[in-house]
């Protein structure tokens, strides 16, 4: 098997892979270790891990430089990992350290970091379509080839912000990109409760742009998916919408019972789906990777959020000088 | 009484080729409303009863809603055939249909309705062995089901179930039995096509590049899909026992010919071919073994290894509901006419 893909197929290169892969398995063990950090109640706030979902970060952000736009979700981690936010800022961050992204101020669910395009986690279900929709009409009327991603979950898809911004991105053709990551459950209700029809891709259909299903646990399937309709905006032919079937392994919030699951749930999908586990069964099989490949980058990933963790923990607290600062904006 | 089954694919026409080409979208109301024409249809040629896969939430109430206000309606149409949902899980996967089917042999059904794409006919052809299957497109992008008007393919299906289909009711279509390793063989109806590309990404097939074999049960030049590169260079009918071997070239120096061809709706490309051949009933061929992945029906469904030893054989297929001739022969013999008022 070469390692260069055949020309005109589309398919990913040995580095490709590699930083795929890289970007899996960051965001793997940052979420892991916060479900284990956060047990022993030294993070203030709430945090809603991401781990599960990792090919849809890793496969959508593939596609974007860093003057491209990700507005995201409150289950951020792994968007912000994939758009290139400072792993160990973000994970300060979290510890609410005056090392962090924002210096402490906005946690788990308002990391940002503009400078990377990354909009920020969004404590408002359904936050991040409209402000996709805001940078999407920048690119447009400043006429850059720019390019306005959205994550939203399930139950986000049926707030009427989620619903507005697919007319407005379609009535104003903005290169936009919702990405639909449909985890199955809208904190507990799944969606056979909340609604109609077994697709939220379909609702692209009523506002006049393509619609797509696409096996969230599958890098592959993502990252082509993706690539498709990042390039269709990024070429004038607006808005697109991307459904990411999925299934997140730990609860909607750390502390959560997740009652609702039905029994070995998590663990069938850990054990048949999980995007990691089919990527390195893949790569390697197709003979493009080798298990040392791979190993290097888990030893690389551990030791960098070991770091992360012991630089957070150590870091300093804001002072109380600094209450106002980074929170009002003077235009 | 005649129970007829119904397999509606809900997931169907949702893939990448709505993103890159122009496929046509399929709703839950527009599904929907086809398999409450199949009622009508079924129901006016006597059929009593329809086995249905449950339909998930969005189908399921508009098919139900409908079926409501038909019986308010005015009363002088033929009763459509008492829909009946089959009880068992649905885990949202190909294995749904595959049970369904399973179920609907059990209950005794005369024929089996489909609504879906190449995909969804693919998956039922496994499972329902000489129970005549009437193939209905849900969407612009199929070669192996029809697109066209389910009432009358509900007629024609109840024509056929009640005994009364006539002597060129049924088709035997072909299909390809894939066997790669040790795996599982694996069948498709329309087309295999062997790809370099190692990985399956989005599944769906549109892009010709990295292409080395197609096979075809069938060469139709006006479908839209890999068999039309088959089908534009040596056209073959459905259902005459021969299928093509269509080896494309890797390069465009390297093809004795290059056609002209609508991969997807929307989409038509340059395809160079280097060499066909005719396919025999039962002759096996193997493929190259650089590794890659294959494609049934345009899907891309399968990773070998390099190595990987695979295998495609013509088989014989499943039997085919002729809708035309069904009609046909039931206008001839007076099939659809009601006793002379007295």
């Not at chain 1, 459950?185 to 797509?212: C, I, L, M, N, W």
């Not at chain 2, 209950?107 to 052809?125: F, K, P, Q």
């Not at chain 2, 061929?285 to 029906?297: E, F, K, R, T």
Request: charged share 20%; proline share 5%; net charge negative.
């Amino acid at each position: 098997m070469p390692a260069t893909a055949p020309p005109g197929t589309g398919q990913l290169t040995r580095e490709q892979l590699l930083e795929g892969y890289r970007v899996m398995r960051t965001i793997r063990e940052f979420e892991e270790r916060l479900h284990v950090e956060f047990a022993t109640g030294e993070i203030p706030g709430f945090v809603h891990l991401y781990a599960g979902e990792e090919a849809i970060a890793a496969g959508v952000c593939a596609h974007l430089g860093a003057d491209d736009y990700v507005a995201s979700t409150h289950r951020g981690h792994g968007h912000a990992i994939a758009k290139g936010c400072d792993v160990k800022a973000m994970m300060a961050e979290i510890y609410g350290k005056q090392t962090g992204l924002c210096h402490g101020k906005g946690g788990s669910m308002h990391i940002a970091d503009l400078d990377k395009g990354m909009l920020g986690a969004n404590g408002i279900v359904g936050g991040g379509p409209p402000l996709a929709c805001g940078v999407g009409l920048t690119a447009r009327v400043k006429n850059t080839d720019q390019v306005a991603v959205s994550f939203t979950g399930d139950g986000g898809s049926n707030q009427g912000t989620f619903l507005e911004s697919l007319n407005l991105a379609s009535a104003w053709h903005l290169p936009c990109v919702f990405v639909v990551e449909n985890n199955g459950y809208a904190e507990s209700t799944p969606p056979a409760y909340h609604q109609s029809g077994v697709d939220v891709a379909k609702r692209a259909d009523g506002f006049g742009f393509p619609g797509v299903v696409v096996d969230g646990f599958d890098f592959f399937a993502v990252h082509e998916a993706a690539g498709e309709a990042i390039a269709r905006a990024r070429a004038g032919g607006g808005p697109s919408l991307l459904e990411c079937k999925t299934l997140r392994y730990y609860g909607h919030f750390e502390g959560d019972q997740q009652t609702y699951r039905g029994a070995g749930e998590v663990e069938e999908v850990r054990r048949t789906r999980d995007c990691l586990a089919t990527f390195v069964q893949r790569v390697t099989n197709a003979g493009i990777l080798d298990a040392e490949d791979l190993e290097r980058v888990d030893q690389d990933v551990r030791g960098l959020i070991d770091e992360a963790v012991t630089e957070a923990k150590a870091g300093p607290d804001p002072t109380p000088a600094e209450v106002e600062t980074d929170v009002y904006v003077t235009y | 009484m005649t129970t007829v089954g119904i397999v509606a694919n809900p997931a169907a026409g949702r893939d990448i080729r709505r993103l890159v080409a122009g496929a046509s979208v399929s709703g839950h109301a527009e599904k929907a409303g086809m398999v409450f024409r199949v009622l009508a249809g079924l129901g006016a040629a006597g059929v009593t009863r329809a086995l249905m896969m449950p339909a998930p939430g969005g189908l399921s109430a508009t098919l139900h809603r409908q079926l409501r206000a038909h019986a308010a309606g005015q009363g002088h149409e033929a009763a459509p055939a008492a829909l009946e949902e089959l009880p068992m899980r649905l885990d949202g996967t190909a294995a749904d249909s595959i049970r369904a089917v399973e179920a609907m042999r059990r209950a005794g059904a005369a024929a089996i309705v489909v609504l879906g794409g190449d995909g969804t006919h693919r998956v039922v052809a496994k499972a329902c062995a000489d129970v005549p299957v009437c193939a209905l497109s849900t969407g612009t992008n199929n070669v192996f089901p029809e697109l066209r008007e389910a009432t009358v393919a509900g007629l024609a299906t109840g024509l056929v179930a009640t005994g009364r289909g006539g002597p060129g009711a049924l088709r035997r279509d072909a299909a390809l039995r894939v066997e790669v390793d040790c795996a599982e063989p694996d069948l498709a109806l329309v087309d295999v096509a062997a790809s370099r590309e190692p990985f399956i990404g989005a599944r769906a097939l549109w892009r010709p590049g990295g292409i080395s074999d197609l096979l075809v049960t069938f060469a139709n030049p006006a479908a839209v899909g890999l068999s039309a590169v088959a089908g534009m260079v040596s056209p073959l009918e459905r259902g005459g026992g021969r299928g093509l071997h269509v080896r494309l070239a890797e390069a465009p120096e390297a093809a004795a010919i290059t056609v002209q061809v609508p991969l997807a709706p929307g989409l038509v490309v340059p395809v160079g071919v280097a060499a066909w051949r005719a396919l025999a009933t039962g002759e096996q061929v193997d493929l190259p073994a650089a590794g890659g992945s294959l494609a049934l029906d345009g899907e891309r469904e399968i990773e070998r290894r390099p190595g990987a030893r695979a295998t495609v054989r013509l088989v014989a297929g499943p039997l085919t509901i002729d809708v035309d001739a069904v009609m046909r022969h039931a206008a001839t013999k007076g099939l659809t006419r009601l006793p002379p008022r007295v």
